[in-house]
């Protein structure tokens, strides 16, 4: 029997015009939905995050790894956090798919800040401890 407690039952029709079940890795998107009413507590995750950012990025595309005491964040949402943190344990369990590389702008003095990923980047830093994160850099 196929394990499926990492996936989530689709019913879709084929081309064929029949109904059929497919067992597919739920979305980052169909994640939040569907655990909208999951606490996930910075107290039950303490001691369990991973320290490897492949656990919670989605690297396959173009990105680069940077120091993260080189990144600087233009806000921070309790409600952002909360959910961040729902979605990334999730991630790192396999449970949904790992989010894009933060995104950034290069300032003047060849820092970086933040233009998406704020939340994720407050969790990275205050709560899960990793030094070094992928992010892809946008033209101003």
Do not use: C
Not at 21 to 26: A, G, I, L, S
Not at 116 to 134: A, H, R, W
């Amino acid at each position: 029997m196929r394990d499926t407690s990492k996936l989530t039952r689709k019913i879709i029709t084929n081309k064929d015009g029949h109904k059929q079940t497919v067992w597919v890795k739920m979305s980052y998107k169909d994640a939040k939905e569907k655990f909208k009413d999951v606490k996930v507590s910075r107290k039950s995750m303490q001691g369990k995050w991973s320290k490897d950012y492949k656990d919670y990025f989605n690297v396959d595309g173009e990105h680069e790894v940077v120091d993260i005491k080189d990144i600087t964040p233009i806000r921070q949402r309790a409600k952002g956090i909360a959910n961040g943190r729902k979605i990334m344990a999730l991630a790192m369990q396999g449970r949904t798919d790992k989010r894009k590389p933060l995104s950034v702008e290069v300032d003047s003095e060849g820092k970086y800040k933040l233009t998406d990923g704020n939340s994720t980047y407050y969790l990275l830093v205050n709560e899960i401890g990793i030094d070094k994160v992928p992010v892809t850099i946008q033209k101003k």
